[in-house]
């Protein structure tokens, strides 16, 4: 009886710190937020280009937005903001504030959306770009693209779970880049 209990302890002390060992020595602990549409864009109707092989957004639809080269990452947001209250709402946005948290800068998103405002873009033009170039449906209005020009995430502004999401993809994404 004692020489079973006492190989039952060995087993139950040892057995943890074996399965630790192992996996510190073999296992990968690693995640990874690859791109979007590394196959191909999907085909949108009334889009008018079809994109073939990994997909990566036009410079020039990035240029509307203010995007660089040098930022490793871009968060742009396509929405619905078209005056005064609903730049303020956005400003005092609970979601914003955690973004802000993160070292998101919510002003950035602003001025994005403000030199789009002004760059005397149609809101058919914008829709365009939101369908055909980002490939926003409803709900998603915010859209995460890397220094390639390709997309890593959409998100949805006024959802706390997907602003979670967003802050732990670009903690991923940051750490592996």
Known sequence: MKGGRFILLVLALALPVLIFLFLKFFGKNEFDVPPLYTDG???RDGCGRVFTGPYAIPEE???QFGWSEKDSLSLFYVGELHEGKQWDRLRTHPA???LRMFGISVDSILNQ???MKYSKLSPDSVQLIQRCFFFLTEPYDL???DNERRIRGNYQLNNRE???RLILETKIILKKY
Request: proline share 6%; aromatic share 6%.
């Open 113 to 115: 959306s403000e030199a």
């Open 61 to 63: 639809v990035l240029s």
């Open 162 to 164: 997907e602003i979670d």
């Open 41 to 43: 864009a999907p085909f």
């Open 96 to 98: 914003t504030a955690r």
């Open 143 to 145: 859209v995460l693209v």
